[in-house]
Nanobody, 125 residues
Framework: QVQLVESGGGLVQAGGSLRLSCAAS????????IGWFRQAPGKEREFVAA???????MSADSVKGRFTISRDNAKNTVYLQTNSLKPEDTAVYYC???????????????????WGQGTQVTVSS
């Protein structure tokens, strides 16, 4: 079993930055794909970025060039650095872990077994 806890969200002005953290416990996740998703009010949860067990990364077109995913295996933590934030980035951000170790970077929620509780990011204009 994997437990995930997100942190680092908050209120920021447009153009600002936040670093979101996803701390894992219960299992070492260095070889697991970890994904970040977000959900705005009234909208479906959408893929943001993911990093595979061999550090292959993928990000959504809407955040390319602005968001960067990375991991610190010593801390069993994955980060999402968010820069040049826009009001449309406002959402609850969730991290998720794949069912098993692997090197794919799935973009659908069904491919992830473990989820955190989320952290709110609000970007004011």
């Amino acid at each position: 079993q994997v437990q995930l806890v997100e942190s680092g969200g908050g209120l920021v002005q447009a153009g600002g930055s936040l670093r979101l953290s996803c701390a894992a416990s219960g299992r070492t996740v260095s070889s697991y794909t970890i994904g970040w998703f977000r959900q705005a009010p009234g909208k479906e949860r959408e893929f943001v970025a993911a990093i595979s067990g061999n550090d292959r990364t993928m990000s959504a077109d809407s955040v390319k060039g602005r968001f960067t995913i990375s991991r610190d295996n010593a801390k069993n933590t994955v980060y999402l650095q968010t820069n040049s934030l826009k009001p449309e980035d406002t959402a609850v951000y969730y991290c998720a872990a794949d069912y098993r170790p692997g090197n794919t970077v799935p973009t659908t929620t069904a491919r992830y077994a473990y989820w955190g509780q989320g952290t709110q990011v609000t970007v004011s204009s």
